[in-house]
């Protein structure tokens, strides 16, 4: 991937994380919470892909770990300025739905789009 690509892709998801996917899916828990919520959302690279992920954190008294990952967007690219958009499945498995589309079109689907709720 082109170092250019790499860093607009990395400044425009980061934008659209701090502007609209935190202040949209990151609340203040209440003070019975019971149930997973989301303390945090960020982008990260992994081997060639880039994901849109989201920090759960596990206040029930039997919770295995106090915090886990979970995954719900991977852009793939695969040239000339386009990407692949998958989301991650009930099932455990990346499903893309949008081949070929400009890092515009890429983040307008994560941030309208049902698929790729956190």
Known sequence: MPEAVKTDLEAKASKLVD?????MHVKPPRE???FNYIVDIYTKWYR???Y???KYRCPGPNAISPFFEAKFARLDYIGNGRFNLSYMRHTGKWCEIYPELSLEECLAAIRDEP???P
């Open 19 to 23: 502007s609209i996917l935190k202040p």
């Open 32 to 34: 019975d919470e019971q």
């Open 48 to 50: 060639n892909y880039f």
């Open 52 to 54: 849109f992920c989201a």
């Open 115 to 117: 698929h790729f709720l």
